[in-house]
């Protein structure tokens, strides 16, 4: 689209460092070793933080719902599908 710009960043180029933000963090573990919880946990303090945050699921997971992550407690959070 028009209204996305892309730039080529260096990393010795005085924008490089600014725009340079985020991370992402790995949540790993056996089944039923609560994963999800600790995902939804962490993402709903960093909201309430006031930082964004984005979840994505397979548009193909529909085991509870299309577009929430929700775990096994029946916690849940709106993802990007």
Same mark, same amino acid.
């Given at each position: 689209p028009s209204s996305c710009r892309f730039r080529k960043l260096l990393p010795f180029s005085p924008l490089f460092r600014l725009e340079q933000f985020g991370w %992402? +963090?790995?949540i790993c573990? /056996?089944?039923f070793s609560g994963k999800t919880e +600790?995902? *939804?946990r962490r993402l709903?303090?960093?909201q309430?933080?006031?930082?964004?945050v984005e *979840?994505?699921?397979p548009? %193909? @997971?529909?085991?509870?719902? @299309?577009e929430m992550v929700v775990s096994h407690d029946s916690n849940e959070i709106r /993802?990007?599908?």
């Open positions: %992402i +963090e790995v573990g /056996s089944m +600790e995902l *939804i709903k303090r960093a309430f933080a006031k930082q964004k *979840i994505f699921k548009a %193909i @997971d529909t085991r509870y719902h @299309d /993802s990007t599908p």
